[in-house]
């Protein structure tokens, strides 16, 4: 499970993550690309409809518009990887202690 106030978190300490940034947050851009992943969305333009169609299923995790394409390419380009390399080492540390 995810904890959307760590990766909040993580969004604000990770230099640059949250620059420049007026809805799209961090945790926002997390959510469309596992959305995206799991769905086996490719291009951008195949997430963007997958998202536009599913607006009202996904309300409850905080996207409550429709992000477009052009955002999400911005998106991309200005929020560093090391946000989504924190968020996977974060989540990796929490669940691989409680495997053991």
């Not at 997390?30 to 607006?55: A, S």
């Amino acid at each position: 499970m995810l904890d959307k106030a760590q990766i909040q978190q993580i969004s604000l300490e990770t230099l640059g993550s949250e620059r420049y940034v007026k809805r799209l947050t961090g945790w926002k851009h997390l959510i469309i690309m596992l959305f995206g992943v799991l769905k086996h969305f490719d291009p951008l333009r195949e997430l963007e409809i997958g998202v536009k169609v599913e607006t009202m299923n996904l309300s409850h995790l905080g996207l409550d518009y429709v992000v477009h394409c052009s955002t999400l390419v911005e998106a991309n380009q200005r929020r560093p990887q090391e946000f989504f390399a924190k968020v996977y080492t974060s989540l990796l540390t929490r669940y691989t202690s409680n495997v053991e």
